[in-house]
């Protein structure tokens, strides 16, 4: 198992309308996989040597070793204030190191004898739940006191200051049989016992696990979800908001999709799901994916791939992405990481990708095998890529779990793990350059502090687009060119802080507005310039004549949109978007000799528009163009 760098615990406050949840952030598990590790412990076989028993046991007055020279035994050693292991405590018996202690061992060396190995009751649950080490007392801080009744393979009985046991199942005289690490048998058991004075806890991250998941959009106003199917979910609970934060109950599904109707077409909406077992068991509230329809499908496509359980991940932080391309006027789908791995997601299918990473890290991987497959023939493809993440870098090239991948699709090299600031700055005349300062990831304004984001420098062609306030240190880079062996010019950009940290909406709105721009849509929040057949020196579009105009003289003289184009073979579309970038008017030219356009500003009901700012686009062959006009009073 590969180990998280930088593990933090915390103090984890989880909200979802109806389910509260406080505990101290670990890994979530399943029950199988709890039973898993445990019995692990208890089939360990190892032959007691000479050394291991020849060790000063019977000093002050303390009893002798609790296992025979030459004789082989099952199950780790019993060793109070020990912590090892199976692999350790393998290693270390061959070492000769003594087996097993007790606590009047603990008590006169003053602590767990350095040569003895094994591990005692507390540290064997902390152990099987995969979390820190914890004592008899400190573990309710990571449970929840059950009934006896409620108890599940998995489960504690503990006694604080005393004794602890992991649940598996009630014997058939009703006797809990449990896993323990026990002092009076000498090592790890598989056993009945009776009930005793226990308290029945649970773990308060066992895992009934959340599909996989994507959001897309089907009509003008309608979304399908589509999950992945997992062996033992009977049912998913799908729960929808307008905000991210407040979650509403929407309906249960017992297949693996379900269709949304009557969504806003100018904001976006979430939604998060909760899988059920046959037996009632339900798991937590999964991460939250979104959805914006537009007219057409959208070209935008963000895909969450945030899974590191942390107090931090609260798994809700494609909020920040999804309004801050609302807010620019732009549509789009959402999906899981996992969605595009197994390839129910095709990135082709999209202009644009935001990858969410967080602080995704080296144990969950960034991007594992497949989606470095799946991102490489996405650039190689002409596609735009914009990813942000504080662990990309020590992920995929300091710990090499994809250096080539990194240095020549992300083209970037990593310099250092932790930025020490939590602001950045564009580049002398660079993209971002005139926002000034931009403060991030200091855990205000809703954020999470980010503690280790990463340095970098452009390499194989990239330039810097974002460095580190006071530094330095390159923040982000911004490429355009092709990739690999293909001749299409595919764009990335690329920043080691996660973008859902910076700390203000409007500052995200306009940073997002601007990436979009270099993406191929401009901050007139529609699309331009797009993947298509005509190149824009074989295109001309006129600024709309008058502009600005006169409300009145617009509806009844009208503007003309005059276009021009050398390959006459295409039909054409305008559309004309308000400020907020929703569509309200639509006109089809199929005859390609027409090459102008009134318009009287009505929109497509027939109704006069009110005074504003206004945007006509041209789509022609896949490509679209676009220009504002004012409409006065």
């Not at 979009?516 to 699309?527: D, K, Q």
Request: proline share 5%.
């Amino acid at each position: 198992m590969a180990v998280i760098k930088h593990t933090k615990w915390f103090l984890f406050i989880s909200l979802l309308t109806g389910f509260f949840l406080f505990t101290v952030q670990a890994n979530a598990i399943t029950r199988a996989k709890i039973i898993q590790n445990a019995e692990k412990f208890v089939q360990v076989q190892w032959t007691c040597s000479a050394a291991n028993v020849n060790h000063p046991y019977t000093a002050g007055g303390c009893p002798p070793s609790d296992f025979v020279a030459g004789q082989t035994y099952r199950g780790e050693a019993y060793s109070y204030g020990g912590n090892d292991s199976v692999e350790k405590f393998l290693q270390r018996i061959a070492n000769g190191d003594g087996a097993g202690s007790h606590l009047s061992h603990y008590r006169y060396y003053g602590g767990v004898p350095s040569w003895a190995t094994g591990i005692d009751c507390s540290a064997y649950v902390s152990q099987v739940w995969e979390i820190p080490r914890q004592s008899t007392a400190t573990l309710p801080n990571y449970s929840t006191e059950i009934s006896r009744g409620e108890l599940k393979a998995g489960d504690i009985l503990n006694k604080p200051h005393s004794h602890v046991r992991l649940f598996e199942k009630r014997a058939i005289d009703g006797r809990p049989i449990v896993y323990e690490a026990s002092g009076s048998a000498t090592k790890v058991v598989h056993r009945a016992v009776s009930w005793g004075d226990y308290t029945p806890r649970r773990f308060n991250q066992l895992l009934v696990p959340v599909p996989a998941f994507l959001v897309k959009r089907i009509g003008p106003r309608t979304a399908r979800i589509v999950w992945e199917k997992l062996p033992k979910i009977s049912k998913i609970k799908v729960y929808t908001s307008l905000d991210g934060q407040k979650f509403n109950f929407f309906k249960e599904s017992f297949d693996s999709t379900l269709t949304l109707e009557n969504l806003s077409e100018t904001q976006p909406t979430y939604v998060r799901l909760i899988s059920g077992e046959p037996s009632g068991e339900e798991s937590l509230p999964g991460e939250v994916l979104a959805v914006q329809p537009g007219e057409t499908r959208p070209g935008i496509l963000i895909v969450y791939g945030y899974d590191r359980p942390k107090s931090t991940n609260t798994k809700d932080f494609i909020r920040s992405h999804a309004s801050a391309i609302s807010e620019n006027g732009q549509s789009f789908e959402s999906c899981s990481n996992e969605m595009v791995a197994n390839g129910t997601v095709d990135l082709n299918d999209y202009i644009f990708v935001d990858w969410i990473l967080g602080e995704e890290s080296t144990a969950n991987h960034t991007f594992d095998d497949q989606e470095q497959a799946k991102v490489k023939a996405y650039l190689e493809n002409g596609g735009g890529l914009f990813v942000s993440g504080a662990e990309i870098a020590w992920d995929l090239d300091h710990k090499n779990y994809g250096r080539s991948f990194f240095r020549n699709y992300l083209k970037a090299r990593y310099v250092r793990d932790d930025s020490k600031v939590f602001a950045v700055i564009g580049t002398p005349e660079g993209r971002f350059d005139s926002l000034g300062s931009i403060a991030f990831g200091d855990g205000r304004h809703g954020t999470y502090t980010v503690k280790w984001a990463d340095c970098i420098s452009p390499v194989n062609g990239s330039e810097a687009d974002l460095l580190y306030a006071g530094t330095s240190y390159t923040a982000g880079i911004e490429y355009s060119g092709t990739f690999g062996n293909s001749s299409k010019i595919g764009k990335l950009t690329y920043w080691g802080f996660p973008f859902e940290t910076v700390t203000h909406d409007s500052l995200r709105k306009e940073l997002m507005g601007k990436i979009l721009g270099f993406m191929g849509y401009t901050v007139a929040n529609v699309p331009f310039v797009q993947s298509g057949g005509i190149s824009p020196e074989n295109f001309l579009l006129s600024q709309l004549f008058p502009n600005p105009i006169q409300k009145d003289y617009l509806q009844t003289k009208g503007a003309t949109i005059r276009f021009r184009f050398s390959d006459a073979r295409h039909p054409v579309n305008i559309r004309i978007y308000n400020i907020l970038g929703q569509l309200i008017y639509e006109k089809n030219i199929q005859n390609p000799q027409i090459k102008r356009f009134t318009w009287r500003g009505n929109n497509s009901m027939g109704h006069p528009v009110s005074a504003g700012t206004y945007f006509y686009q041209i789509v022609v062959a896949g490509r679209r163009y676009s220009r504002k006009i004012l409409v006065l009073k």
